[in-house]
């Protein structure tokens, strides 16, 4: 015996009205999904920028305490102290660029982290036969040369991280 078929019944038992009001709830769904997927993308991004905004100033930081350091001679008082800043911030600033570094591939500023780590801490760093150095001496430059390339590596690996 044929079944009959009932006009106003388009699509699995659904009438045009039931219908539309399946597909505003699916476009809902998905839109919500959507959205949800942009605004995590979009806190990612910016967390992401923040941190690296944050690297950056404590690298100038860095930076300004190392010329101030090299300035002084082994026998002042503040040399000691200044030493330890240094030691301190450059140990934090490490651990804060390899720990984005680790979050996103495409950050690769291992190298460059250990070109800085070496101008700054290396000889003749706390030596006790340093000499004050003047602002164009060839370690502070290559000091602030490490600091430009660890910065522009940060930018890199952000900018291919995110486009």
């Known amino acids: 015996m044929a079944t009959a078929v009932n006009p106003g019944e388009i699509f699995l038992g659904l009438n045009a009205k039931d219908l539309l009001i399946a597909v505003a709830w699916c ?20 967390e992401t920028r923040a941190e690296i905004d944050a690297c950056i100033k404590l690298l100038t930081e860095l930076m300004i305490k190392s010329r101030a350091y090299y300035h002084l001679e082994v026998t002042d008082a503040l040399s000691k102290s200044r030493a330890s800043e240094i030691r301190f911030e450059l140990q934090r600033l490490i651990f804060r660029v390899e720990r984005l570094e680790r ?9 460059a982290c250990g070109e800085l780590m070496d101008s700054i801490s290396g000889d003749p760093f706390e030596s006790a036969d340093r000499q004050a150095l003047t602002a164009d001496s060839d370690l502070l430059l290559k000091i602030e040369s490490d600091t430009h ?11 291919k991280a995110f486009g």
């Open 103 to 111: 979050k996103y591939a495409q950050f690769d500023v291992v190298e």
């Open 27 to 46: 476009l809902t769904v998905v839109g919500w999904f959507v959205s949800n997927a942009q605004a995590t993308s979009r806190e990612k991004r910016k």
């Open 149 to 159: 390339f660890l910065i522009n590596q940060m930018e890199d690996g952000f900018i």
